[in-house]
């Protein structure tokens, strides 16, 4: 059954600081990866979508990488902003067209100023 | 457009009650999920839709119903609530599967 890790669960760094987020699994078969942040109270939005042929994706100042043959994927975010608190998600896709999903339990992310 | 709306966003309910929770988009998307969200599990797939008329069990379909008789809206009925079922429970849609738009999630208490 595939399971999917994010560590650490929580994070606080100052305002500025480059990050990792953490993200594994432990099933190679997935069809894509995706990225997700949650607000408090909130839904989730799509950050990034990287599909099973690719390495990496970019959107502005986050970089999402995967490596599917050793189970990982990063989400780099750079040069951190209070407004970047938030609760990330990784989710990994299977099942083919359906884009079922599974996810992890989330990195509490606190950008202080 | 209104994207993913969900009805109510609040609900407390006492054991045995049943109720129905909506899910409408105005997307034109073919598939419809539902999630629930509990502290410490993540979220979980309950179950979904591929298009008008169809619908599969997820991960977690137990004690749930649910309905796509329209394009845009997705029920997710529960019959007889039970205390296990308190949870936030998120509707999602897709075009063509893997990128989902979520709805703002419906906080429900089963006393």
């Known amino acids: 059954k595939q399971e999917v890790t994010q560590i650490p669960a929580a994070l606080s760094v100052p305002e500025g600081e480059n990050l990792v987020l953490n993200c594994s699994f432990t099933d190679s078969a997935i069809y894509n990866l995706q990225w997700f942040r949650q607000d408090p109270g909130k839904g989730l939005t799509s950050l990034l979508l990287i599909q099973s042929s690719q390495r990496e994706q970019t959107s502005g100042r986050l970089n999402a990488s995967l490596d599917k043959s050793s189970g990982r994927s990063t989400l780099y975010i750079a040069a951190s902003q209070p407004g970047d608190s938030a609760t990330y998600l990784c989710?990994?896709?299977?099942?083919?067209?359906?884009?079922?999903?599974?996810f992890g339990k989330g990195t509490k992310l606190s950008v202080k100023p | 457009n209104a994207g993913v709306t969900q009805t109510p966003k609040f609900r407390v309910l006492k054991t045995g009650q049943s109720m129905t929770l909506l899910c409408a988009q105005d997307?034109?998307?073919?598939?419809m999920y539902w999630y629930r969200q509990d502290p410490g599990m993540g979220l979980r797939l309950i179950h979904y839709s591929v298009g008008e008329g169809t619908t599969a069990k997820g991960e977690v379909p137990d004690g749930y119903n649910v309905s796509r008789l329209k394009k845009q809206n997705f029920l997710l009925g529960l019959e007889s609530a039970a205390p296990s079922q308190t949870s936030v429970y998120f509707c999602a849609s897709s075009y063509s599967g893997p990128q989902q738009f979520f709805g703002p999630g419906t906080r429900l208490t089963v006393l």
């Open positions: 997307m034109n998307h073919e598939y």
């Open positions: 989710a990994v896709g299977y099942g083919g067209s359906q884009g079922n999903l599974i």
